[in-house]
């Protein structure tokens, strides 16, 4: 089983870490997982305008792909004017939804208020629910001030919910392939 980190932006670097941390802690504690790591800013990705796939930029489709064939994902934002970023959405755009269906999702952000969380309420979960993908109840918030001055997480709270994460999506995933193998294969 493939498990994507996906740092949905091409900005700033607290998203990322959030992504890593989550991941790192996945392969600490389930060897068995392959773990990969999708950082938006490594490609020059296209805008969706709705074209055949193989006709977009190699970076482009080298996303589409690394995204469609991973089993299931830990996909981190960073919360700007209230909202995902538009990398994300595009990215979200690209996919075709079935690649996303009965696949478990777990969502980090980050952002400059504390209210921001309510992103991945009200924004984040309706999407994956639009792909009929399983959302881990459990999900990573982080202001800046969980960050020292290093832009190392410190906060203990935003570590443990991280530890959850890590947990739930790997047990909901497994949980599927072991119970439903129908759904996932």
């Known amino acids: 089983m493939k498990l ?3 740092s949905g932006t091409i900005i700033g670097s607290k998203t990322g870490i959030i992504v890593r941390r989550v991941l790192e802690e996945v392969k600490n504690k389930h060897s068995d997982i392959e773990v990969e790591y999708l950082d938006m800013m490594d490609y020059d990705v296209q805008f ?7 006709t977009y930029s190699e970076d482009t489709k080298k996303v589409m792909e690394m995204v469609s064939t991973a089993d299931f994902y830990i996909i981190g934002t960073p919360i700007f004017q209230g909202s995902i970023t538009g990398v994300l959405k595009n990215l979200f755009d690209l996919i075709n ?3 996303f269906r009965n696949k ?6 980050n ?4 209210q921001h969380y309510l992103v ?3 924004q984040l979960k309706p999407i ?9 109840p459990s999900y990573v918030y982080a202001h800046s001030d969980h960050f020292n001055q290093h832009n190392e997480l410190v906060d203990s709270n935003v570590l443990e919910r991280i530890h959850y994460l890590a947990d739930e ?3 909901m995933q497994k949980a599927l392939r072991s119970n439903h193998p129908n759904l996932v294969d």
């Open 4 to 6: 994507l980190g996906i």
């Open 48 to 54: 969706c305008d709705g074209r055949e796939p193989s």
């Open 97 to 99: 939804p079935n690649d």
């Open 104 to 109: 478990v999702m777990g969502f980090v952000a």
């Open 111 to 114: 952002g400059g208020t504390y």
């Open 120 to 122: 991945i309420e009200n």
């Open 128 to 136: 994956a629910g639009y792909f009929r993908a399983f959302v881990a």
């Open 169 to 171: 999506v790997v047990f």
